[in-house]
């Protein structure tokens, strides 16, 4: 077949991501140019937004996901289009059906006749000559079956009766039927739409997958079921607690809704023909042996990524808020790492985050030595100018949070500011080569401290080091495509530092690295190139750095700050390329460039369109003259801390109807986890985080948020915490369900639904 005639069928790829988006063809094939000439997404949505049409970074990153996919999908098509080719198969018809197919699944639906296989009872069938017995009968169900078979018989040929015959024409319709592009995608879609996932109990695993209670006897509609609960699902199924099955409710005891399709697709029907109740039996056949597994996967596969999509989703918008959490800024900070046995590891780091001491203090069981830590502590403190006490929130940590609120009582003349902060991800840092890299003297505990004290001055600076799925704020980031998920993060992660920018000049190279252009190996050698020759001056001067050539520059040179260097607009985030316009403004404006910088007043006066040309236009010019205003401003909010009640440290101090203070630790679909300072999240179910509707729990919480919370109920036994936002106060937490059978029974909507513990 020639290659015009495969390719005129094909469907346009930039017009098919223009219609799922809602943008134009022309915005898709320009950002699909950029994207060819090595274009990164942050760069694109700051710097092309005349090329693009004011493309943000979300949609940009869903249309790169999109061509992805279509482009594999591309090949994919040319791929099965050669190997039925190949075979001599390829027809006009399916040519065209091949061309037009817009999904992988469309595309397997279509190979699967040609597709090369094992050999079946099918095809055993057909190398017995069985394959025209199969034939006469579909075409006319009143031949005589018994007559027609025996013509078939053959010793040789290993057919030895007239049954043996008739058994592997059905083997061979079974198969045909369920090869039928058509027939498999309308059964997938009736299994879909009409089927339900089911779970039942493992006989003996009671006591063991007790997390997993509410699904012991549990069914719900694939359409209906939301990500977390087809999560919960599939792990108490993966963890061998769970026998999951896909069922389709039906009133016809006779034949199943699929049999009915199958009949319906091949005609068959009782008639009063020889054949007609062979046939039947046939279809049923099909649908037990070959679309009832097949269709079931599909579901469960379909429901599966829908899931993840969606758990990644959350993930991803949680780790957005915790990069984007705002910043102690430039103060002295003491890190602790709490611990009992082994002791709590203390930290000081400087206010640019470089380690000036450490210690070890042995304030709890069993050496108890309190008086010794507090004596630690002061004289660190006193020696360091310490102002922000950072303690991590793991074991022990309410109690060593005592421990520095009893050291600001007897000495108030430190001034000092503590603070509870998340230590997930500061144990797998502390571990990591890069770790061991910055710190190859220090013991591994130690370096847990350090990074607690960093991500109170810094949060996006220092958890950019840590792989993002062990940070712990999704959703079943275990369970879910670890690739898809990995990329997400990226995304997340490279927009996020490109959003606030970063100083060169202090800069980690895992900061770096992140920099729209730039990658590990670029990001070392810049730190290199600044650690011979002292901090960079210019943005120019970055060109120097090894295999930092003009493409990387391009694209990472309006991202990275030069803070007091040369030309003051190093420090903003406008770009190298766009200095002309500054220029023109400062000369049109009879102006130095320095004295433009700030003057809100007077920028506010300048038009954009005064100053845009065929190169900047308009957009490009509104976002310098803001820039000007405010010259490399930090997108984060301000720096605010929550103040954990005294007297309330474990879950045993809690009553219902407490208010306390809180800090939101996750967000999920079904609510948001907050920590009360008790060593154990409680959970604002969806239900309690506001006096009015709530559809999307970050449409009112974020990640870091500071919350006023009410005790609902507490569970001390399976560590469980009921906690409402709303405003009225603590009312009475319905109690768990018995899971039934009842399809609009939702294990999540009790509050100590079993999705807190799984986590």
Same mark, same amino acid.
């Given at each position: 077949?020639?290659?015009?005639?495969?390719?005129?069928?094909?469907?346009?790829?930039?017009?098919?991501?223009a219609t799922e988006l809602g943008i134009t063809e022309r915005q898709v094939e320009t950002v699909?140019?950029?994207?060819?000439?090595?274009?990164?997404?942050?760069?694109?949505?700051?710097?092309?937004?005349?090329?693009?049409?004011?493309?943000?970074?979300?949609?940009?990153?869903?249309?790169?996901?999109?061509?992805?996919?279509?482009?594999?999908?591309?090949?994919?098509?040319?791929?099965?289009?050669?190997?039925?080719?190949?075979?001599?198969?390829?027809?006009?018809?399916?040519?065209?059906?091949?061309?037009?197919?817009?999904?992988?699944?469309?595309?397997?639906?279509?190979?699967?006749?040609?597709?090369?296989?094992?050999?079946?009872?099918?095809?055993?069938?057909?190398?017995?000559?069985?394959?025209?017995?199969?034939?006469?009968?579909?075409?006319?169900? $009143?031949?005589?079956?018994?007559?027609?078979?025996?013509?078939?018989?053959?010793?040789?040929?290993?057919?030895?009766?007239?049954?043996?015959?008739?058994?592997? $024409?059905?083997?061979?319709?079974?198969?045909?039927?369920?090869?039928?592009?058509?027939?498999?995608?309308?059964?997938?879609?009736?299994?879909?739409?009409?089927?339900?996932?089911?779970?039942?109990?493992?006989?003996?695993?009671?006591?063991?997958?007790?997390?997993?209670?509410?699904?012991?006897?549990?069914?719900?509609?694939?359409?209906?079921?939301?990500?977390?609960?087809?999560?919960?699902?599939?792990?108490?199924?993966?963890?061998?607690?769970?026998?999951?099955?896909?069922?389709?409710?039906?009133?016809?005891?006779?034949?199943?809704?699929?049999?009915?399709?199958?009949?319906?697709?091949?005609?068959?029907?009782?008639?009063?023909?020889?054949?007609?109740?062979?046939?039947?039996?046939?279809?049923?056949?099909?649908?037990?042996?070959?679309?009832?597994?097949?269709?079931?996967?599909?579901?469960?596969?379909?429901?599966?990524?829908?899931?993840?999509?969606?758990?990644?989703?959350?993930?991803?918008?949680?780790?957005?808020?915790?990069?984007?959490?705002?910043?102690?800024?430039?103060?002295?900070?003491?890190?602790?790492?709490?611990?009992?046995?082994?002791?709590?590891?203390?930290?000081?780091?400087?206010?640019?985050?470089?380690?000036?001491?450490?210690?070890?203090?042995?304030?709890?069981?069993?050496?108890?030595?309190?008086?010794?830590?507090?004596?630690?502590?002061?004289?660190?403190?006193?020696?360091?100018?310490?102002?922000?006490?950072?303690?991590?929130?793991?074991?022990?940590?309410?109690?060593?949070?005592?421990?520095?609120?009893?050291?600001?009582?007897?000495?108030?003349?430190?001034?000092?500011?503590?603070?509870?902060?998340?230590?997930?991800?500061?144990?797998?840092?502390?571990?990591?080569?890069?770790?061991?890299?910055?710190?190859?003297?220090?013991?591994?505990?130690?370096?847990?401290?350090?990074?607690?004290?960093?991500?109170?001055?810094?949060?996006?600076?220092?958890?950019?080091?840590?792989?993002?799925?062990?940070?712990?704020?999704?959703?079943?980031?275990h369970d879910v495509d670890q690739g898809q998920l990995a990329k997400s993060l990226n995304g997340?992660?490279?927009?996020?530092?490109?959003?606030?920018?970063?100083?060169?000049?202090?800069?980690?190279?895992?900061?770096?690295?992140?920099?729209?252009?730039?990658? *590990?190996?670029?990001?070392?050698?810049?730190?290199?190139?600044?650690?011979?020759?002292?901090?960079?001056?210019?943005?120019?001067?970055?060109?120097?750095?090894?295999?930092?050539?003009?493409? *990387?520059?391009?694209?990472? *040179?309006?991202?990275?700050?030069?803070?007091?260097?040369?030309?003051?607009?190093?420090?903003?985030?406008?770009?190298?390329?766009?200095?002309?316009?500054?220029?023109?403004?400062?000369?049109?404006?009879?102006?130095?460039?320095?004295?433009?910088?700030?003057?809100?007043?007077?920028?506010?006066?300048?038009? $954009?369109?005064?100053?845009?040309?065929?190169?900047?236009?308009?957009?490009?010019?509104?976002?310098?003259?803001?820039?000007?205003?405010?010259?490399?401003?930090?997108?984060?909010?301000?720096?605010?801390?929550?103040?954990?009640?005294?007297?309330?440290?474990?879950?045993?101090?809690?009553?219902?109807?407490?208010?306390?203070?809180?800090?939101?630790?996750?967000?999920?679909?079904?609510?948001?986890?907050?920590?009360?300072?008790?060593?154990?999240?409680?959970?604002?179910?969806?239900?309690?985080?506001?006096d009015t509707f709530v559809k999307d729990p970050h449409s009112v919480v974020k990640t870091g948020?500071?919350?006023?919370?009410?005790?609902?109920?507490?569970?001390?036994?399976?560590?469980?915490?009921?906690?409402?936002?709303?405003?009225?106060?603590?009312?009475?937490?319905?109690?768990?369900?018995?899971?039934?059978?009842?399809?609009?029974?939702?294990?999540?909507?009790?509050?100590?639904?079993?999705?807190?513990?799984?986590?």
């Amino acid at each position: 077949m020639p290659a015009k005639s495969r390719t005129s069928a094909a469907p346009s790829i930039a017009k098919l991501i223009a219609t799922e988006l809602g943008i134009t063809e022309r915005q898709v094939e320009t950002v699909i140019e950029l994207l060819g000439e090595g274009a990164t997404v942050p760069f694109i949505a700051r710097y092309r937004k005349e090329r693009t049409g004011g493309l943000d970074d979300t949609q940009l990153r869903n249309l790169a996901e999109r061509l992805d996919y279509l482009t594999e999908l591309a090949k994919r098509r040319e791929t099965i289009l050669d190997a039925i080719r190949q075979q001599d198969k390829l027809t006009p018809d399916l040519e065209r059906e091949i061309m037009a197919a817009t999904t992988k699944v469309a595309l397997k639906d279509l190979y699967a006749p040609y597709k090369q296989k094992r050999r079946t009872k099918a095809t055993i069938a057909k190398e017995a000559g069985l394959e025209p017995l199969a034939e006469r009968i579909l075409a006319n169900p $009143a031949v005589a079956l018994e007559a027609e078979a025996k013509g078939f018989v053959s010793k040789k040929k290993g057919v030895e009766t007239p049954d043996a015959a008739l058994n592997g $024409a059905r083997e061979i319709i079974v198969e045909k039927i369920a090869e039928t592009p058509r027939l498999t995608r309308k059964i997938r879609e009736t299994v879909w739409k009409q089927g339900k996932l089911g779970s039942s109990l493992v006989k003996g695993k009671e006591a063991e997958g007790a997390k997993f209670s509410d699904y012991f006897d549990f069914d719900e509609p694939f359409e209906k079921m939301p990500s977390h609960r087809a999560l919960a699902m599939l792990r108490g199924q993966k963890e061998g607690i769970l026998r999951i099955k896909v069922d389709v409710p039906h009133t016809d005891t006779r034949h199943h809704p699929a049999v009915r399709e199958i009949c319906s697709e091949f005609g068959f029907a009782k008639k009063g023909r020889t054949a007609d109740e062979w046939l039947m039996d046939t279809a049923e056949a099909a649908w037990k042996s070959k679309l009832e597994p097949s269709s079931s996967r599909e579901s469960i596969n379909r429901l599966k990524d829908s899931a993840d999509n969606e758990a990644i989703r959350v993930f991803s918008r949680n780790m957005k808020d915790l990069l984007m959490a705002a910043p102690a800024g430039h103060k002295v900070v003491m890190g602790i790492d709490p611990g009992i046995r082994t002791g709590c590891k203390v930290a000081i780091v400087d206010s640019t985050g470089k380690l000036m001491d450490t210690a070890t203090i042995y304030p709890h069981e069993p050496r108890k030595d309190w008086a010794g830590a507090l004596t630690t502590l002061a004289k660190l403190c006193k020696k360091h100018n310490v102002e922000l006490v950072s303690v991590g929130n793991g074991t022990a940590g309410r109690e060593t949070d005592k421990l520095v609120a009893d050291l600001s009582d007897k000495m108030p003349d430190l001034e000092l500011t503590r603070l509870m902060v998340s230590e997930a991800g500061a144990s797998v840092y502390s571990a990591s080569e890069l770790a061991a890299k910055e710190f190859p003297d220090l013991d591994v505990s130690i370096r847990g401290a350090v990074s607690i004290a960093r991500r109170l001055q810094d949060p996006l600076a220092e958890l950019v080091k840590i792989e993002p799925k062990a940070i712990g704020v999704g959703q079943y980031q275990h369970d879910v495509d670890q690739g898809q998920l990995a990329k997400s993060l990226n995304g997340v992660v490279e927009d996020c530092v490109n959003a606030v920018g970063v100083d060169v000049n202090t800069a980690s190279a895992s900061l770096l690295s992140r920099v729209a252009g730039l990658n *590990a190996t670029i990001a070392e050698n810049i730190v290199a190139y600044r650690d011979k020759n002292g901090p960079f001056k210019s943005r120019s001067e970055l060109k120097k750095v090894p295999r930092l050539g003009p493409k *990387a520059f391009e694209q990472a *040179a309006g991202f990275l700050r030069i803070m007091d260097g040369k030309n003051p607009l190093d420090a903003s985030a406008v770009h190298p390329e766009a200095y002309p316009v500054v220029e023109r403004i400062a000369k049109q404006t009879g102006r130095k460039v320095a004295a433009l910088i700030g003057d809100k007043t007077f920028l506010s006066k300048l038009k $954009a369109e005064d100053f845009a040309d065929d190169t900047f236009g308009v957009p490009t010019v509104k976002d310098i003259l803001s820039e000007l205003e405010k010259p490399g401003r930090d997108p984060r909010p301000e720096f605010k801390t929550a103040t954990f009640k005294d007297g309330i440290d474990t879950m045993n101090d809690l009553k219902p109807g407490m208010r306390l203070e809180g800090v939101v630790t996750n967000v999920t679909a079904f609510g948001a986890f907050v920590d009360i300072g008790v060593h154990q999240d409680g959970l604002v179910h969806i239900s309690e985080l506001a006096d009015t509707f709530v559809k999307d729990p970050h449409s009112v919480v974020k990640t870091g948020q500071v919350v006023n919370v009410v005790v609902l109920e507490v569970d001390v036994s399976r560590k469980r915490i009921a906690l409402s936002m709303k405003r009225q106060g603590a009312r009475p937490a319905a109690k768990p369900e018995k899971a039934s059978k009842a399809p609009d029974r939702k294990p999540s909507d009790s509050p100590f639904g079993v999705l807190a513990s799984l986590r």
